[in-house]
């Protein structure tokens, strides 16, 4: 299995704040899909394959990444942006698997 | 519009059963597959697996194979999560998901607490 490894756990970035979380593969992987959840809410699809937005998502928000080292980028953190975030990845030769996610804070 | 509705909230002693439905709306049911995924208290999203909505083909991740059953009410649109000999253990949300080859929709979870 493919495990993904989300870094930082948590963080806290003030509003205009240049934020980054990555996301590393144990093995390559061909696109990585990105993921926001709220507090008692159901997680709702951000990015995907790689650098897509969702519909409705800002475009403050940006994905990069190839192989097995992948990143969300927020260019100015907004309030609203607070949030846990988690990674995905579907391969072939991997069952599905998320990253541990990614708590992000306002400060 | 597209929804995925799930049923209600559940209280379970250990060793009991729970079913838990997923009812689609909103597109053709049999063309995405439907997968489900859990998320314990206070932890991160665990995959579970997925269910083949056109064959009703099961497939389970390793930790889900055994006690869990994915089921299928095509004519009814719906998704079923069946979990026996439920343990302590298996408390958390359970979340279905439409596949694309992301997750683009999500039901809105049950709450599954198993306590005695």
């Known amino acids: 299995e493919i495990v993904l490894t989300q870094s930082p756990t948590t963080m806290a970035a003030s509003p205009g704040e240049k934020v980054t979380i990555t996301c590393r593969a144990s093995s390559s992987v061909s696109y990585m899909h990105w993921y926001q959840q709220k507090p008692g809410a159901s997680p709702k699809p951000w990015i995907y394959d790689t650098s897509k937005l969702a519909s409705g998502v800002p475009n403050r928000f940006s994905g990069s990444g190839s192989g097995t080292s992948y990143s969300l980028t927020i260019s100015s953190m907004e309030t609203e942006d607070t949030a846990t975030y988690y990674c995905q990845q579907w391969s072939s030769n991997s069952p599905i698997t998320f990253g541990s996610g990614t708590k992000l804070e306002i400060k | 519009q597209i929804q995925l509705v799930q049923s209600g909230p559940e209280l379970k002693k250990p060793g009991e059963s729970v079913k838990i439905s997923c009812k689609a709306s909103?597109?053709?049911?049999?063309?995405?597959?439907m997968h489900w995924v859990k998320q314990a208290p206070g932890k991160g999203l665990k995959w579970m697996g997925w269910?083949?909505?056109?064959?009703?083909?099961?497939t389970y991740a390793d930790d889900f194979k055994g006690r869990f059953v994915f089921s299928l009410e095509a004519s009814a649109s719906t998704a079923n999560l069946q979990i026996s000999n439920l343990k302590n253990e298996d408390t958390a949300t359970y979340f279905c998901a439409r596949q694309i080859y992301y997750f683009d929709y999500w039901g809105q979870g049950v709450m599954v607490t198993v306590s005695s």
């Open positions: 269910i083949n909505t056109y064959t009703g083909k099961p």
């Open positions: 909103g597109y053709t049911f049999t063309d995405y597959a």
